[in-house]
């Protein structure tokens, strides 16, 4: 059989090769252009590769277009695998541009900041202010595990204290978070803080990140300014981050265009529908790991990003977030809690699966309703506070007696704007996109947007906003008119009356050609028109309809009219998918399903492990050293340092004229010198000589960091404790009776005492009793006259989970180890690092020698009951193929959330090889169990589910 060659193009400029880079899947289009029209030839989707073995973009490009050229037979790769054709990308590969976010508090500097990263296209995975009431230790090792593309930092306005910065700047110092992909680089970071602080940020953070120095986001408390910390942001993850994950620097070599945050070019379509439809429009963008919401409202354009809001790698957050009655109350009987929560968890866990029955999409698409939900509250909370940032206190007599969801959006300086001045609501991601039919992406929007007055509804089909906003960049219009034509599909309207509607009561009056009589609907009535029609609505007193007690309505389209209400007081009655005639509600009596596991897999070979500190510490072996599983490593023996503000121009008063010159030349002390309590390190004579004379000595024994030309000290805490009980006498030295001591101390029980420092004192014979070391007072003794000071910290100790050799060490914070042996990767595991003697579990009971120490091995799915069972008896760690969710959950006390896991407060670590549900282990997984069954083993029980994506591991070492 003869084959014809494929075809190819005469004409370079005739076809555009287009890309999105999703979390789960890149998706390709072919623009062809004939005269001066464009048209989308065919699109395609491949799954995104960014786990191993396939850890490259390209490989997920390629694979898409050469599916195209299939379809089509052009030649759109040229001989060499690179497009022959005009090429331009977006991207979110991964949950896109992930940014840790540090500011001062959560609802000042930390919101501000995250509003500059969302603005900048990034998803935000933590904010670390320093009001979050989470112990220092924790706080570093949630850091150092985020692995995230940028750091952003603000703190402070221009002028004011810089204490806080230092603290934050110390915590990420200490914490030393490694990049997602090449440890060799440095993590960027964006500082956009208060200008004081800048040389401090310089000095501390310059040589252990790529530091950016941008204008202040808070300069005054008035002044939000946000646009260069954006900039910045934007352009590190154009230049910088994204070469850093695998193949995108070929792919940034390819392209014809800067390549785009998938959001921005969402952003991007949004803004010029809205210029040319003259609509207040909204986007909601749900995707595998985030939910982007988008409002182009009176001009003002906005976005925000609910990160773990997605269906695939953050579904189980969504669960999370609004509890399981809220999901179960839109499904059929028969969709049990068990069997939902084993379903959204495996989906977690195999993030590409597409639903394959009608009982699956329509579990999807309840757990989606409550994402949508959650991620537009988020919408309109964020929008309401940007848009009176620095005037909330004026609104507050304003908003009296309001309802504040309506005025969402309202700017004090402006005029007020509601949510029933939102004319068009647009849906897209695969959930609102891939479904049976356009009612259910009505259902979908309606019950998760809830939107107000007369609402149109539309989706983005196939989610093709993302390529024609990249295509906008070089050809706007062309853009625009196929977005139009080509992707968006408009599906119905809702007409919600708002106001004072209560249950049962008349709301609603409505009448037209498509309905046979008048009808009056009362509070908490629904109900659905398929067909639309040419109706007219009249509301009843109190109510209205878009500012008004009349509207018309002439469509063709679904109507769903809506009467339960809005805002705090709307009627608990959730609209089912039969109500609009979907689904049938004995629907979920066929619904068993679990998505497929990922699968374990097992290497076997030379391996070597880096065992790490949470923040520097002692490491307690050498190179060179043979260790055995369980020895320890290293140890924190301290908590992190304490930071020392000395402020040397408060003392002399801010009110006095100083030139800062003459000012540090009253400094007795250097950077990097030790402080001891009452040195004097300042001295300055106001006008000259025979003026009056300040003296500053120090109240704390520490290390000189930096001195500010504006007379601010930084001293970080010496830590050379002894960890011993030391008690002073105070009664002797003072001359007093025992029982008199409590009148003379200047410290309390609890109180922190620097070494040196006076714990008591007579000033009138000036005797002051000193503390010999540094510690806590752990005691007053009133019949001897006496206080105990002590540093009691328990060491945070760290040690090996293999045998082997330790191959190098970075002092104060690391060893790696070389080992030979086996690695099991599982699903997905919890718990702390542990290791101890594999027991195989007998008929799936304990065996007698199970006991602390051993690690359970089970070929067969656990339960609660063993998992109880296995915390009595002390074991160190449990294998098996599986359990069901709602066990995790009644076991830990904790929803699954977001999997990123390893530091869940358990007895024992635990690491499942298969997944949620009743699964059995694989062959592979026995074998594995078989051949490491009476030797050690240890298990890494930590996961990730996102970019740069992490299994747990169970890992069996020779020796």
Excluded at 702 to 710: F, M, P, Q, T, Y
Excluded at 849 to 856: F, K, R, V
Aim: charged share 25%; with cysteine.
């Amino acid at each position: 059989m003869v084959t014809d060659p494929p075809r190819t193009s005469s004409e370079h400029g005739r076809y555009i090769l287009l890309s999105d880079i999703g979390s789960t899947t890149t998706k390709a289009m072919l623009v062809e252009r004939t005269g001066d029209f464009l048209s989308i030839a065919d699109e395609i989707s491949s799954p995104t590769t960014v786990e191993k073995p396939l850890e490259d973009v390209k490989i997920g490009i390629t694979k898409a277009f050469r599916a195209l050229e299939d379809s089509t037979g052009l030649k759109l790769l040229d001989d060499s695998g690179e497009p022959a054709h005009t090429y331009l990308t977006t991207s979110s590969a991964g949950g896109g541009l992930q940014i840790l976010v540090f500011g001062l508090t959560g609802v000042d500097t930390g919101h501000a900041a995250s509003m500059a990263a969302q603005g900048a296209g990034g998803v935000i995975l933590r904010t670390v202010t320093i009001d979050e009431e989470i112990p220092p230790v924790e706080k570093m090792r949630l850091i150092r595990d985020l692995h995230p593309d940028l750091i952003l930092m603000a703190g402070g306005t221009d002028g004011g204290a810089i204490g806080g910065v230092v603290h934050l700047a110390e915590v990420l110092t200490l914490a030393d978070p490694q990049p997602k992909f090449s440890q060799r680089e440095k993590i960027p970071l964006v500082f956009c803080g208060n200008k004081e602080a800048q040389p401090f940020v310089r000095r501390v953070l310059q040589e252990n990140f790529d530091l950016h120095v941008v204008r202040n986001i808070r300069p005054t408390l008035t002044e939000l300014e946000t646009r260069p910390a954006t900039k910045e942001i934007h352009r590190l993850f154009m230049e910088n981050v994204m070469e850093r994950a695998p193949g995108y620097s070929e792919v940034k070599d390819w392209t014809d265009e800067d390549i785009l945050p998938t959001p921005v070019g969402v952003e991007r379509m949004l803004r010029l529908y809205e210029e040319e439809m003259g609509e207040n429009a909204v986007m909601i963008d749900m995707g595998g790991a985030t939910t982007d919401v988008f409002s182009s409202i009176a001009g003002g354009y906005n976005r925000t990003v609910s990160a773990n809001m997605g269906m695939s790698y953050s579904i189980c957050n969504i669960l999370a977030s609004s509890g399981i009655d809220k999901i179960l109350r839109y499904l059929p009987e028969g969709y049990g809690e068990r069997e939902v929560r084993d379903y959204v968890a495996g989906k977690m866990l195999h993030p590409t699966y597409i639903p394959h029955s009608v009982e699956e999409r329509l579990l999807e698409q309840a757990v989606a309703v409550r994402g949508i939900r959650t991620a537009w509250k988020q919408h309109r909370e964020m929008s309401f506070k940007t848009a009176n940032l620095g005037c909330l206190d004026r609104l507050k007599k304003l908003l009296l007696h309001r309802d504040k969801f309506e005025y969402t959006f309202l700017d004090a300086e402006k005029a007020k704007f509601g949510l029933k001045d939102i004319d068009t609501i647009i849906g897209t991601g695969g959930i609102l996109t891939h479904t049976g039919g356009t009612r259910e992406a009505l259902w979908m929007l309606a019950e998760g947007a809830i939107p107000h007055g007369v609402t149109k509804l539309a989706v983005e089909k196939a989610f093709r906003s993302p390529h024609l906003g990249v295509l906008s960049v070089r050809e706007p219009q062309a853009a625009l008119e196929l977005y139009r034509k080509e992707c968006l599909v408009e599906v119905g309207y809702v007409v919600a009356p708002t106001g004072w509607i209560r249950r049962g009561k008349p709301a609603l009056d409505m009448e037209g050609q498509s309905l046979s009589e008048p009808i009056t609907m009362r509070g908490g009535e629904i109900r659905f028109l398929p067909r639309g029609g040419k109706l007219s609505f009249r509301t009843h007193r109190w109510i209205n309809l878009n500012g008004s007690s009349e509207a018309n309505l002439d469509t063709e389209l679904p109507v769903l009219i809506d009467c339960r209400g809005r805002g705090e007081e709307m009627i608990d009655a959730p609209i089912l998918p039969s109500d609009l005639e979907i689904y049938d509600q004995d629907l979920g009596e066929r619904f068993s399903v679990v998505p497929p596991p990922p699968g374990c897999s097992i290497t076997g070979g030379e391996f070597e492990l880096e065992i790490r500190l949470p923040y520097e510490g002692d490491i307690v072996v050498g190179e060179g050293d043979a260790i055995s599983a369980g020895d320890t490593i290293g140890q924190n023996r301290f908590a992190p340092p304490r930071l020392y503000i000395l402020d040397v121009h408060g003392k002399i008063g801010y009110d006095q004229e100083i030139d800062f010159d003459d000012l540090m030349k009253g400094f007795k002390i250097e950077p990097g010198e030790s402080l001891s309590v009452g040195q004097e390190i300042f001295r300055w004579s106001e006008g000259g000589f025979g003026g009056k004379t300040f003296l500053y000595e120090s109240p704390v024994r520490g290390l000189v960091l930096s001195i500010a030309r504006n007379g601010m000290v930084i001293a970080r805490e010496i830590q050379d404790y002894d960890g011993k009980p030391h008690r002073i006498d105070v009664a002797g030295p003072l001359r007093i009776k025992p029982r008199a001591i409590k009148g003379y101390l200047r410290k309390r029980k609890g109180d922190f005492v620097e070494r040196g420092e006076a714990v008591a004192k007579d000033v009138g014979k000036g005797v002051f009793v000193r503390s010999p070391s540094a510690g806590l007072v752990k005691k007053v003794d009133t019949k001897k006259g006496t206080i105990t000071v002590q540093y009691d910290l328990e060491p945070v100790a760290v040690s090996s989970i293999v045998n082997g050799t330790v191959t190098r060490v970075e002092k104060g914070y690391s060893a790696w180890v070389s080992y030979r042996g086996e690695t099991l990767s599982g699903a997905i595991g919890f718990g702390p690092q542990c290791c101890g003697r594999a027991v195989s579990l007998q008929d799936g009971n304990l065996p007698g020698d199970a006991g602390e120490g051993s690690i359970l091995f089970s070929t067969r799915p656990v339960d609660t009951e063993l998992l109880e069972a296995a915390s009595t008896a002390g074991v160190s760690g449990l294998v098996a193929p599986s359990l069901h969710c709602i066990n995790w959950v009644g076991f830990s006390g904790r929803e699954l959330g977001v999997a990123l896991t390893g530091e869940e407060n358990i007895p024992f670590g635990i690491i499942l090889t298969e997944g949620f549900g009743d699964l059995p282990a694989s062959e592979s997984a026995t074998e594995f169990f078989r051949r490491w069954e009476c030797k050690t083993v240890g298990l890494s029980p930590r996961t990730q589910i996102r970019a740069g994506v992490t299994r747990p591991q169970v890992v069996g070492s020779e020796g």
